[in-house]
C-alpha cells in the first residue's frame, strides 16, 4: 500500500477549509474546471506512477547493492537529516533542469498549466516525469542510503511542497531566508519576467539563494500564474502529453539537425536565431485567463466523476500490491481513458452550444 494513501483524506480537507476561508474572505481562488482538471491531473499521476516509479526504485536498489559506499545507523536522527538534507538538495537540481531543458519541461509542464493558484494546483502532479528523475538520486543510492530511507524522506519533501500552494498566507518574516513559503513558491508559479527560472527549492531555499536563483514576490506586481504557452484545455491527458507533441512539431519543422536538437535540450523559449526577433515579449496587463462555459449537467457529471476517480484511485492503491504488472496497467488505462473522455467532454461543440442557449 503506497503511503500517500494515508494524505488523500488530509489534501482533500486543507482545499475545503481553503475555499471556505477565500468565501470568507470575499476572494476568488478556485474555478470549477480548474480544480476539477488538477484533481484529474492528481490522479492520473498516481495511477501511472504505481508503475513508473518502479523504475526508479529498482534502479536505486540496485546501485545501492552494489555500489553503497556506507552503511547508515537508521537509528540515528543524523542518518535521516543528512538524507532529507541531500535529497532537497538533488530535488532543486531535478526541478531546476526540468525548467532548463526542454524535453524535461515537457513532463514538469503540467504543474504549472492551471492559471488559477490554490491547493489543488499542487495536486497537478507529472505523469510522465519518472524516466529522468532517478537519474539525479543516484548520489544518495552511491552513499548507501537505504531505499527506504530514500522513499520516506522522498515523501517528505513531496507532502512538504503541498502547503506553500495557497495565496492565503502571507510573508513569513525570517523563515524567507531559508525555507521554501508560500510567498516564494508564488514567484515560482508566476509568468512575469522577474519570476521565470526562479525559486526551485523543495524544502528549503537556501540553494536557489546559493546558485543564483532566488527571487522575492514583489509587492507592486503579484504573479500572473500559468504559462507563457498555455495548456488551454482541461483535458488530463493532453495536460501531459502535449508539450511533447509541441517539441516534435517544432523539430520537425526546424531545418538542420542542431536546431533540432536545440528543440529537445535548449530551454523551453528557445528558438532558431532567425526567429529570435519576432518572439513577443509578456505583458501582465493583457493577459486572460482560460476559459469555457459549462451547463449544469456538464458541473455535476464533473463532480461526480471525480468523486468516482477519486474511490478509484483509493481502491487501487489499497490493493495494487496483489496486482500483476499487466493488471496495474490495464487498470491504470481504463482510467486514464475515462479522465481523457471527460476532459474532452468540456470542450465538446455541442457543450459549449448548450452553455449559451
Partial sequence: MRPILYFIPFFFLLIAIEMWVAHRRGLKLYRLQDTITSLNIGMVSQFVNTVGGIITLVMYSIIVDRFG????????????ITALVLYDFFYYWVHRTGHEVNILWAAHVVHHSSEEFNLSTALRQSSTGFYFRWVFYIPLALLGFPVQVFIIVGLIDLVYQYWVHTQLIGRLGFLELFLVTPSNHRVHHGQNDYCIDKNYGGILSIWDRMFGTYADEREDEKPIYGVRKPLQSWNPIWGNVHHYVAIYKQARATPGWRNKLMCFFAGPSWVPPEQAAHTETFEPSKFVRFSTPSPQWMKTLAITSSVIGTALLVHFLIVQANLTMGQRIAYSAAVMVSYF???????????????HE
Avoid at 473522455?341 to 452553455?355: D, E, M, R, T, Y
Fill in 69 to 80: 559506499a556506507f552503511t547508515w545507523d537508521l537509528k540515528n536522527p543524523l542518518t535521516w
Fill in 341 to 355: 473522455l471527460i476532459g474532452l467532454a468540456w470542450l465538446h461543440p455541442k457543450v459549449l452550444k448548450a452553455a
